[in-house]
Protein backbone atom coordinates (compact mmCIF):
# COMPACT_ATOMS: atom_id res chain seq x y z
CA UNK A 1 0.00 0.00 0.00
CA UNK A 2 1.67 2.85 -0.89
CA UNK A 3 0.73 6.70 0.03
CA UNK A 4 -1.83 7.17 -2.67
CA UNK A 5 -3.66 3.99 -1.72
CA UNK A 6 -3.44 5.07 1.78
CA UNK A 7 -4.70 8.61 1.27
CA UNK A 8 -7.31 6.84 -0.57
CA UNK A 9 -8.57 4.39 2.44
CA UNK A 10 -8.29 7.45 4.70
CA UNK A 11 -10.90 9.75 2.30
CA UNK A 12 -13.13 7.01 2.20
CA UNK A 13 -13.13 6.52 6.04
CA UNK A 14 -13.57 10.14 6.28
CA UNK A 15 -16.80 9.68 4.19
CA UNK A 16 -18.14 6.80 6.48
CA UNK A 17 -17.58 9.39 9.06
CA UNK A 18 -19.70 11.84 7.57
CA UNK A 19 -22.39 9.70 7.02
CA UNK A 20 -22.55 8.72 10.96
CA UNK A 21 -22.31 12.15 11.92
CA UNK A 22 -25.17 14.13 13.93
CA UNK A 23 -25.93 16.07 10.93
CA UNK A 24 -26.48 13.78 8.39
CA UNK A 25 -27.43 10.12 9.98
CA UNK A 26 -30.27 11.52 11.52
CA UNK A 27 -31.43 12.80 8.21
CA UNK A 28 -30.94 9.79 6.05
CA UNK A 29 -34.98 9.15 6.41
CA UNK A 30 -36.34 12.43 5.30
CA UNK A 31 -33.71 12.83 2.64
CA UNK A 32 -34.83 9.24 1.59
CA UNK A 33 -38.63 10.08 1.77
CA UNK A 34 -37.74 13.52 0.28
CA UNK A 35 -35.76 11.91 -3.32
CA UNK A 36 -38.37 9.39 -3.93
CA UNK A 37 -41.67 11.38 -2.97
CA UNK A 38 -42.57 8.07 -1.19
CA UNK A 39 -43.31 7.37 2.54
CA UNK A 40 -41.05 4.82 4.43
CA UNK A 41 -43.64 2.23 4.08
CA UNK A 42 -44.26 2.61 0.61
CA UNK A 43 -40.09 3.12 -0.03
CA UNK A 44 -40.03 -0.92 1.89
CA UNK A 45 -41.96 -1.68 -0.88
CA UNK A 46 -40.39 0.25 -3.71
CA UNK A 47 -37.23 -0.75 -3.62
CA UNK A 48 -35.71 -0.38 -6.87
CA UNK A 49 -37.13 3.09 -7.17
CA UNK A 50 -35.59 4.01 -3.66
CA UNK A 51 -32.00 2.93 -5.34
CA UNK A 52 -32.56 4.34 -8.90
CA UNK A 53 -33.11 7.95 -7.06
CA UNK A 54 -30.69 7.65 -4.12
CA UNK A 55 -27.87 6.71 -7.16
CA UNK A 56 -29.00 9.78 -8.97
CA UNK A 57 -28.90 11.83 -5.59
CA UNK A 58 -25.17 10.08 -5.09
CA UNK A 59 -24.36 11.23 -8.47
CA UNK A 60 -25.21 14.62 -7.92
CA UNK A 61 -23.22 15.62 -4.67
CA UNK A 62 -20.46 12.97 -5.92
CA UNK A 63 -20.24 15.98 -9.08
CA UNK A 64 -19.75 18.39 -6.83
CA UNK A 65 -17.52 17.30 -4.89
CA UNK A 66 -15.24 16.03 -7.64
CA UNK A 67 -15.59 20.19 -8.96
CA UNK A 68 -14.59 20.81 -5.57
CA UNK A 69 -11.36 18.51 -6.03
CA UNK A 70 -10.18 19.52 -9.16
CA UNK A 71 -10.64 23.34 -8.15
CA UNK A 72 -8.16 22.42 -4.84
CA UNK A 73 -5.65 20.39 -6.84
CA UNK A 74 -5.56 23.08 -9.19
CA UNK A 75 -4.82 25.73 -6.55
CA UNK A 76 -2.03 23.16 -5.50
CA UNK A 77 -0.19 23.26 -8.61
CA UNK A 78 -0.49 26.73 -8.80
CA UNK A 79 1.68 26.76 -5.77
CA UNK A 80 3.68 23.60 -6.71
CA UNK A 81 7.12 25.47 -5.48
CA UNK A 82 5.45 26.29 -2.28
CA UNK A 83 4.59 22.48 -1.56
CA UNK A 84 6.24 21.56 0.95
CA UNK A 85 4.83 24.68 3.18
CA UNK A 86 1.14 24.07 2.03
CA UNK A 87 1.49 20.52 2.88
CA UNK A 88 2.60 22.12 6.32
CA UNK A 89 0.36 24.92 6.45
CA UNK A 90 -2.81 22.53 5.58
CA UNK A 91 -1.62 19.61 8.10
CA UNK A 92 -1.90 22.67 10.81
CA UNK A 93 -5.12 23.22 9.22
CA UNK A 94 -6.78 19.86 9.54
CA UNK A 95 -5.35 19.52 13.26
CA UNK A 96 -7.52 22.77 14.02
CA UNK A 97 -10.65 21.28 12.14
CA UNK A 98 -9.67 18.10 14.41
CA UNK A 99 -9.78 20.33 17.75
CA UNK A 100 -12.77 22.00 16.20
CA UNK A 101 -14.75 18.07 16.20
CA UNK A 102 -13.00 17.52 19.30
CA UNK A 103 -15.03 20.37 21.10
CA UNK A 104 -11.73 22.61 22.54
CA UNK A 105 -13.23 25.07 20.38
CA UNK A 106 -15.96 27.11 18.49
CA UNK A 107 -15.79 27.90 14.78
CA UNK A 108 -18.45 30.14 13.87
CA UNK A 109 -18.23 29.30 10.43
CA UNK A 110 -18.87 25.91 10.81
CA UNK A 111 -21.55 26.44 13.57
CA UNK A 112 -23.80 28.07 10.84
CA UNK A 113 -26.06 25.64 8.73
CA UNK A 114 -24.92 25.02 5.26
CA UNK A 115 -27.38 23.01 4.07
CA UNK A 116 -29.44 24.18 1.14
CA UNK A 117 -33.39 23.95 2.37
CA UNK A 118 -35.83 23.15 -0.97
CA UNK A 119 -39.45 23.35 -0.03
CA UNK A 120 -40.80 21.51 -3.28
CA UNK A 121 -38.08 18.91 -5.29
CA UNK A 122 -38.16 19.44 -8.63
CA UNK A 123 -40.18 16.67 -10.58
CA UNK A 124 -38.67 13.59 -11.57
CA UNK A 125 -35.31 11.92 -11.91
CA UNK A 126 -33.50 15.38 -12.57
CA UNK A 127 -34.70 16.14 -9.54
CA UNK A 128 -32.89 13.78 -7.73
CA UNK A 129 -29.79 14.63 -9.46
CA UNK A 130 -30.08 18.07 -8.82
CA UNK A 131 -30.94 17.65 -5.09
CA UNK A 132 -28.04 15.60 -4.58
CA UNK A 133 -25.99 18.91 -6.61
CA UNK A 134 -27.41 20.86 -3.86
CA UNK A 135 -26.32 18.55 -0.99
CA UNK A 136 -22.96 19.00 -2.06
CA UNK A 137 -22.73 22.59 -2.63
CA UNK A 138 -24.07 23.32 1.32
CA UNK A 139 -22.62 20.31 3.29
CA UNK A 140 -23.51 20.41 6.47
CA UNK A 141 -21.29 22.29 9.94
CA UNK A 142 -21.04 18.37 11.07
CA UNK A 143 -19.02 17.05 7.28
CA UNK A 144 -17.49 20.72 6.54
CA UNK A 145 -14.65 20.15 8.53
CA UNK A 146 -14.61 16.41 7.19
CA UNK A 147 -14.88 17.37 3.39
CA UNK A 148 -12.08 20.80 4.20
CA UNK A 149 -9.52 18.16 4.92
CA UNK A 150 -9.54 16.11 2.15
CA UNK A 151 -9.53 18.92 0.05
CA UNK A 152 -6.86 20.54 1.82
CA UNK A 153 -5.13 17.15 1.61
CA UNK A 154 -6.03 17.27 -1.89
CA UNK A 155 -4.38 20.83 -2.68
CA UNK A 156 -0.98 19.80 -1.07
CA UNK A 157 -1.19 16.79 -3.40
CA UNK A 158 -0.93 18.98 -6.13
CA UNK A 159 -1.94 16.11 -8.29
CA UNK A 160 -5.37 16.03 -10.26
CA UNK A 161 -5.40 12.38 -10.78
CA UNK A 162 -4.77 12.10 -6.87
CA UNK A 163 -7.07 14.72 -6.37
CA UNK A 164 -9.94 13.51 -7.97
CA UNK A 165 -9.43 9.94 -6.31
CA UNK A 166 -9.66 11.22 -2.62
CA UNK A 167 -12.82 13.06 -3.23
CA UNK A 168 -14.17 10.02 -5.53
CA UNK A 169 -12.87 7.60 -2.60
CA UNK A 170 -14.67 10.59 -0.01
CA UNK A 171 -17.60 10.09 -1.49
CA UNK A 172 -18.53 6.36 -1.96
CA UNK A 173 -17.61 6.46 1.86
CA UNK A 174 -20.54 8.77 2.48
CA UNK A 175 -22.52 7.11 -0.87
CA UNK A 176 -22.41 3.33 -0.06
CA UNK A 177 -24.16 3.29 3.56
CA UNK A 178 -26.48 5.68 2.35
CA UNK A 179 -27.34 3.12 -0.44
CA UNK A 180 -27.96 0.43 1.79
CA UNK A 181 -30.35 2.58 4.15
CA UNK A 182 -32.10 3.17 1.10
CA UNK A 183 -32.95 -0.05 -0.03
CA UNK A 184 -33.36 -1.49 3.60
CA UNK A 185 -34.94 1.35 5.65
CA UNK A 186 -36.22 -0.78 7.83
CA UNK A 187 -32.99 -2.14 8.73
CA UNK A 188 -31.59 1.14 8.69
CA UNK A 189 -33.85 2.52 11.34
CA UNK A 190 -32.99 -0.27 13.93
CA UNK A 191 -28.91 0.63 13.15
CA UNK A 192 -29.95 4.10 13.88
CA UNK A 193 -31.68 3.63 16.97
CA UNK A 194 -28.43 1.42 18.01
CA UNK A 195 -25.99 3.85 16.51
CA UNK A 196 -27.39 7.53 18.17
CA UNK A 197 -26.21 7.00 21.59
CA UNK A 198 -22.77 6.50 20.16
CA UNK A 199 -22.92 9.82 17.97
CA UNK A 200 -20.61 12.10 20.19
CA UNK A 201 -18.13 8.80 20.32
CA UNK A 202 -17.91 9.05 16.32
CA UNK A 203 -17.69 13.05 16.44
CA UNK A 204 -14.61 12.33 18.75
CA UNK A 205 -12.98 9.88 16.38
CA UNK A 206 -13.33 12.15 13.65
CA UNK A 207 -11.49 14.78 15.52
CA UNK A 208 -8.38 12.32 16.18
CA UNK A 209 -8.62 11.07 13.10
CA UNK A 210 -8.28 14.53 11.31
CA UNK A 211 -5.64 15.44 14.36
CA UNK A 212 -3.59 12.47 13.26
CA UNK A 213 -3.83 12.94 9.41
CA UNK A 214 -2.35 16.45 10.21
CA UNK A 215 0.67 15.78 12.06
CA UNK A 216 1.34 12.95 9.50
CA UNK A 217 0.96 15.86 6.50
CA UNK A 218 3.42 18.27 8.89
CA UNK A 219 6.07 15.57 9.63
CA UNK A 220 5.75 14.35 5.72
CA UNK A 221 5.38 10.53 7.73
CA UNK A 222 2.61 9.38 4.96
CA UNK A 223 5.52 8.21 3.30
CA UNK A 224 6.98 6.44 5.94
CA UNK A 225 3.52 5.05 7.41
CA UNK A 226 2.78 3.65 3.85
CA UNK A 227 6.22 1.80 3.65
CA UNK A 228 5.37 -0.02 7.01
CA UNK A 229 2.03 -0.94 5.90
CA UNK A 230 3.17 -2.18 3.00
CA UNK A 231 4.97 -4.86 4.69
CA UNK A 232 2.00 -6.42 5.91
CA UNK A 233 -0.41 -5.99 3.00
CA UNK A 234 -0.84 -9.61 1.46
CA UNK A 235 1.28 -9.46 -1.88
CA UNK A 236 -1.46 -10.48 -4.19
CA UNK A 237 -3.16 -7.53 -3.39
CA UNK A 238 -0.23 -5.14 -3.37
CA UNK A 239 0.45 -6.02 -6.66
CA UNK A 240 -3.37 -4.46 -7.40
CA UNK A 241 -2.94 -0.96 -5.51
Same mark, same amino acid.
Given at each position: ?? &? #?? =? ?7 ? /? $? ?9 ? $? ?17 ? #? ?10 ? !? ?8 ? =? /?????? +????? @? ?8 ? &? &?? $???? =? ?9 ? #? ?15 ? %? +? ?7 ? =? /? ?9 ? +? ?23 ? +? &??? !??? @? ?25 ? #? ?8 ? $? ?14 ? %? ?9
Amino acid at each position: MD &G #SS =FGIVIAFTA /G $LLSFLSPCVLP $LIPSYVTFITGLSLEDVQK #SRRAALIHSLLF !VLGFTLIFLA =F /GATATA +LGQLL @LYQRAWITRI &G &GL $LIIV =FGLYMLGVFNI #SLFSRERRVHIANKPVG %Y +LGTLLVGVA =F /GAGWTPCIGPI +LGSILTYAASSADLARGLWLLLAYS +L &GLA !VPF @LLAAVAVERFLDFFGRMKRQMNWITRT #SGVLMIVVGI $LMITNYFTVLAATLQQ %YTPESLRNRL
